[in-house]
């Protein structure tokens, strides 16, 4: 596993890994978030191992070159969130991510890539991804979006949601056919209250919680609630996945 490195400032052992307890022994700071960074690119790797390190807040505990070394590189370092590219030379990020999130209690996972490969993003999306960075983006948002996948909210802007979702509409065939996706999604979402399916509506339509919040004159922790809830009963990872259930089955 010669791709895989360690992070600066990383002394043995897995450093408390795992756990969600506080800081340093004493203390009642937060233990910083654990970030792995996967990319083909030693020099973006260091870029972005910089740019997260900059951030009190953030730690990177590691680093690795390809898809294939990322299942070993999370055992050892037992990362918060793994930053992972999708293009790589041997295994990828999209099969590095469904693997990974395949595991019991994985990592989230936040993809970088290009917005011209939409159907990647897809792929990863559908997988369990948090949600994706573009590698241009600057480098506070980069921050930014790696602390609140970290807290389990998605990447996602709802404009972007958007995008994604026009997209595949409009890449979908004309036809009418058998389409086993959709009916899964339709049963699934069957299984719902009216209330929880309006919810699930609104996040296919790419809303915030307080959008949702002024159009279903509910608050925002009641919102808040209903998505928690939605997850559990839909069995899916964070509510990109919702919205994407949501255009499986036509509703938006």
């Known amino acids: 596993m010669a791709g895989v490195t360690r992070g600066a400032g990383v002394t043995g052992g897995a450093d408390g890994a795992g ?11 937060p233990r910083p978030v654990r970030v792995l960074v996967v990319d083909d690119d030693p020099l973006v790797r260091a870029g972005l191992s910089m740019i997260l390190g900059g951030a009190p807040d953030l730690r990177v505990v590691g680093e690795a070159g390809d898809g ?8 050892a370092y037992a990362p918060d969130v793994v930053l992972m590219d999708i293009r790589m030379p041997r295994v990828d990020g999209l099969a ?7 595991r019991p209690d994985p990592p989230e996972v936040l993809v970088l890539t290009t917005f011209d490969a939409d159907d990647q993003v897809l792929r990863a999306l ?3 991804a948090g949600g ?3 590698k241009d983006t600057p480098p506070a948002e980069i921050v930014q979006a790696v602390r609140r996948v970290a807290a389990g909210e998605a ?11 026009a997209h595949v509409t409009a890449t979908a065939p004309a036809e009418v056919r058998p389409d086993p996706r959709r009916d899964r999604a339709l049963r699934l979402l069957a299984g719902l209250s009216e209330r929880e399916r309006e919810v699930a509506v609104a996040l296919g339509r790419g809303r915030t919680n ?4 002024a159009e279903l004159f509910m608050s925002v922790a009641t919102v808040k609630a209903y998505v928690s809830r939605l997850l559990t009963k839909l069995e899916l ?8 259930l949501v255009h499986d089955a036509e509703l938006v």
């Open 132 to 134: 994706f960075l573009l």
């Open 237 to 244: 990872n964070n509510r990109v996945q919702v919205a994407l």
């Open 155 to 165: 990447t996602l802007s709802p404009t972007v949601t958007r995008r994604l979702i």
């Open 68 to 75: 294939g070394e990322v299942t070993a590189a999370v055992e």
């Open 210 to 213: 307080a959008e949702i919040s």
């Open 96 to 102: 590095a991510t469904e693997t990974l999130r395949a």
């Open 126 to 128: 559908r997988a369990g």
């Open 19 to 29: 756990g969600t307890g506080g800081g340093p022994a004493g203390t009642d700071e």
